[in-house]
């Protein structure tokens, strides 16, 4: 098993974009796209993470930064996204869900995998 420290250091040594979303001063959240597709945190953790200020969840703005993030990642040329999330985050399922995502699995048992494909 990892510790919380360990998981920390190794998502902040991998090479990604975050993209911050502010409304009207405030930080609404951030999400992040991941460069390294590959490896076992890949598959947990897949291509792309976001975090919202609890103030700003259940409002849709994750919906919308998820769905800009997608376009930025077919600027890009991928054709492909796995995004994942806890089981037990309903809100972020549904995210995913609304923005074209189709359940792949459920990994280790704790999270849901879903499959983007970027045509």
């Known amino acids: 098993d990892v ?8 998502i902040g040594s991998l090479d990604h974009t975050h993209y911050w979303w502010i409304d ?21 953790h897949g291509d792309v993470g976001y975090d919202m200020s609890p103030r700003f969840q259940n409002r849709g703005y994750a919906t919308v930064m998820l769905n800009s993030v ?22 972020s399922s ?10 792949r699995d459920i990994f280790d048992g704790d999270f849901y995998r879903f499959d983007f494909e970027l045509n």
């Open 3 to 10: 510790s919380d420290a360990e998981l920390v250091e190794h």
């Open 24 to 44: 009207q001063y405030e930080i609404v959240g951030r999400i992040r796209l991941r460069d390294e597709t590959t490896g076992d945190f890949y598959e947990s």
């Open 70 to 91: 997608i376009e930025i990642a077919k600027s890009q040329g991928r054709t492909h996204l796995l995004i994942t999330c806890n089981i037990a985050n309903i809100a």
């Open 94 to 103: 549904r995210v995913l869900e609304k923005n074209g995502g189709t359940l």
